[in-house]
């Protein structure tokens, strides 16, 4: 596990600032992802994980991201619990979940 956080490291030093925030925010959706599944089954994933991470602090991306190599903890869920019940989420869930649901 060592070499692959020095090779994760390595990577991410080698990319530009952009790149960096991209890497992170992926990683921050594949904690996301079975939070919401759990907690919210029915919720489009890719909409509703688009919500949580554009509306979650810098703060929270990075541990979202942190969590998506150990994997969900109760600390993930509330994360994404929080996320999910700001004013901006709500709004980005109704602007973007529910018209796939309404397609369905």
Known sequence: MNRLC???LMLLTACTPAQQDDLTRDAAKRAVRPVLEERFPGVPLEPATDCIIDNATSRE?????AD????????TVQIVTTIA????TIQCLATEGLPVL???
């Open 6 to 8: 020095a090779f994760a």
């Open 61 to 65: 991306i990075l541990s979202l991201a």
């Open 68 to 75: 998506a190599v150990t994997g969900p903890t109760a600390n």
């Open 85 to 88: 019940s700001r004013p901006g």
């Open 102 to 104: 309404l397609e369905l």
